[in-house]
């Protein structure tokens, strides 16, 4: 099970989507993000992404080791999260205003919570990554069970002029958790506006099943800023639907759906068709439905622990 004739393996495609070293001393390498009145880490940012930022005077940047970048409470102690939310706000807005990062491309966007923030704080999400902060998502895979028992997969097609891998298979839903939204509110509303699936059935069928955790760095494919950290959580949940219930795309990021056996599924991901987080999802299921094994699977303890790592910043 663990390779083909293009010698990818499930390891391989874990290793792609965690990709964020194991052994180096981060503290050496970037700067570190620091909230008010905290004296944990927040975020990694490069060092071109801090000599590039227009930081304004609610921020102060220490270049001497270990290097850092502090968010100022302008309230006094009087309004610390308005302070910390309105300094990221005015930052991001003049980024915009001189269209200094590809990856915010000129446009404002939802936003994300510093969840490892010990009070509320936010920034925008196309933002998020410059400052290294934890992202959450949460993706649904749904299925069918045929009458001998026969599963298969709703997989979508992402649409071609997605910023990030687009024209790749994904996931049924998956989407990003806003601010003030929880994973299941999250995987409600995708799962109408990217599948059609009301929310009725949803609530009704729908299992949370786990979450999965890794720290990706942005590569070659990405079309924005390289080697930025991202530490990312996936809240998971499976759906089985009936056999009459098909997911139709709903918005304009989805282009099609194919209902795909076990086998199928698993030979896209040896080839590459899936997005990375969405083949760490789908990787996961194979596990926990039993079809992955310690048995079929040379790479099955790395593959496990891989799908769970232990990340750097406060988790929520």
């Given at each position: 099970m663990?390779?083909?004739?293009?010698?990818?393996?499930?390891?391989?495609?874990?290793?792609?989507?965690?990709?964020?070293?194991?052994?180096?001393?981060?503290?050496?390498?970037?700067?570190?993000?620091?909230?008010?009145?905290?004296?944990?880490?927040?975020?990694?940012?490069?060092?071109?992404?801090?000599?590039?930022?227009?930081?304004?005077?609610?921020?102060?940047?220490?270049?001497?080791?270990?290097?850092?970048v502090?968010?100022l409470?302008?309230?006094?102690?009087?309004?610390?999260?308005?302070?910390v939310?309105?300094?990221?706000?005015?930052?991001?807005?003049?980024?915009?205003?001189?269209?200094?990062?590809?990856?915010?491309?000129?446009?404002?966007?939802?936003?994300?919570?510093?969840?490892?923030?010990?009070?509320?704080?936010?920034?925008?999400?196309?933002a998020?990554a410059?400052?290294?902060?934890?992202?959450?998502?949460?993706?649904?895979?749904?299925?069918?069970?045929?009458?001998?028992?026969?599963?298969?997969?709703?997989?979508?097609?992402?649409?071609?002029?997605?910023?990030?891998?687009?024209?790749?298979?994904?996931?049924?839903?998956?989407?990003?958790?806003k601010?003030?939204?929880?994973?299941l509110?999250?995987?409600?509303?995708?799962?109408?506006?990217?599948?059609?699936?009301?929310?009725?059935?949803?609530?009704?069928?729908?299992?949370?099943?786990?979450?999965?955790?890794?720290?990706?760095?942005?590569?070659?494919?990405?079309?924005?800023?390289?080697?930025?950290?991202?530490?990312?959580?996936?809240?998971?949940?499976?759906l089985?639907?009936?056999?009459?219930?098909?997911?139709?795309?709903?918005?304009?990021?989805?282009?099609?759906?194919?209902?795909?056996?076990?086998?199928?599924?698993?030979?896209?991901?040896?080839?590459?068709?899936?997005?990375?987080?969405?083949?760490?999802?789908l990787?996961?299921?194979?596990?926990?439905?039993?079809?992955?094994?310690?048995?079929?699977?040379?790479?099955?303890?790395?593959?496990?622990?891989?799908?769970?790592?232990?990340?750097?910043?406060?988790?929520?």
């Open positions: 663990g390779s083909n004739t293009n010698e990818r393996t499930y390891l391989s495609l874990l290793e792609a989507c965690d990709n964020f070293p194991y052994d180096i001393i981060p503290a050496e390498v970037y700067y570190q993000l620091f909230l008010p009145n905290d004296d944990q880490p927040h975020g990694y940012l490069l060092p071109e992404t801090v000599q590039k930022m227009p930081w304004t005077p609610a921020f102060r940047v220490n270049h001497s080791q270990p290097r850092s502090t968010v409470d302008s309230s006094e102690g009087k309004d610390t999260s308005g302070a939310n309105a300094a990221f706000e005015e930052l991001v807005n003049i980024c915009i205003e001189k269209d200094l990062f590809h990856i915010i491309d000129k446009m404002h966007s939802e936003p994300f919570s510093i969840v490892s923030a010990k009070y509320p704080a936010r920034m925008e999400r196309f998020s410059l400052f290294g902060i934890t992202s959450r998502g949460a993706y649904i895979t749904a299925y069918t069970r045929a009458a001998d028992g026969t599963m298969k997969l709703w997989i979508g097609r992402r649409a071609p002029h997605l910023y990030t891998s687009p024209g790749m298979l994904d996931a049924t839903v998956a989407g990003g958790i601010a003030g939204s929880t994973p509110d999250t995987v409600i509303v995708e799962a109408d506006e990217e599948a059609s699936l009301p929310e009725d059935l949803v609530r009704a069928g729908v299992r949370s099943v786990g979450v999965l955790t890794y720290i990706s760095v942005t590569g070659p494919e990405f079309p924005g800023e390289k080697g930025l950290v991202i530490p990312d959580i996936i809240y998971i949940y499976d089985e639907l009936p056999n009459h219930v098909i997911p139709k795309p709903n918005d304009d990021e989805v282009e099609v759906f194919y209902s795909m056996t076990i086998e199928e599924v698993q030979k896209a991901l040896l080839n590459g068709e899936f997005k990375p987080d969405s083949a760490a999802v990787i996961d299921f194979l596990i926990r439905h039993g079809i992955m094994t310690a048995d079929n699977e040379k790479d099955f303890i790395d593959i496990s622990t891989r799908l769970h790592r232990r990340l750097p910043f406060r988790t929520p």
